[in-house]
């Protein structure tokens, strides 16, 4: 919400008073002055307006979580454990998941309460690289290399997927790097060869890689610094 728009939903204030206060610079938001009545703030935003404080601003929170196989990436499902049992945090109804697994897939998986980030880190035009460890029932050949870097038609969504890394590891396993985040993505794109995933774990997003000391289903909370990576 703008900052503005913010202020004037003050009870105390008038849309008058707003343009003077922000003028007068009596406004901080996170400890700093701001004049801009633009400037976006945020339910996170600590806002005040001289000694008084109009909006103390909820904590972010940031986990990073080693998803084991066999549970659901949702926050409820009447069937199975889902990730968010694995968390044992307040408020888990204000946590959502920043990029599904699918239900068998294991690896790195991040929780937060922010929006905003989690927005910018899974919208397709970020790209941000996705690296799974994929094992396969048959033999993954050269010509794999090729066609996952020229792209998959997928005919369901009537698109191609955009250039994806692929690199040999032995017979039946590699490493693939993905930007985008389609429905069942890398199993579809073996299954073109019709070569089945029987393992796939996810080992980074980003620059962000799952945290070796993590058990399937531990989680720890992110750093400031590796929240700031995206
Ligand atoms: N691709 C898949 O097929 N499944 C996942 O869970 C992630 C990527």
Redesign the pocket.
Known sequence: MRLDRFLSNQPQFSRQQVRLLLIEKRIRVDGRVVSDPHHEVRDFSRIEYDAQLLQAGKPARYFMLHKPPGCVSATQDPEHPTVLDLLDEPDKHDLHIAG???FN?SGLMLITNDGHWSRHLTQPQTKMP?V?YVETEQVIGAEYVTQFNEGIYFAYEDLTTQPAGLQLLGPCSARLS?VE?RY?????MSGYFNNK?VR?H?ESIGPLVLDSQLAPGQYRPLSPEEVGLF
Do not use: E, S
């Not at 069942?184 to 579809?188: G, I, S």
């Open positions: 599904r697994l699918d897939t996705k799974y993905i985040g069942h993505q890398a199993k579809r995933v796939l996810r």
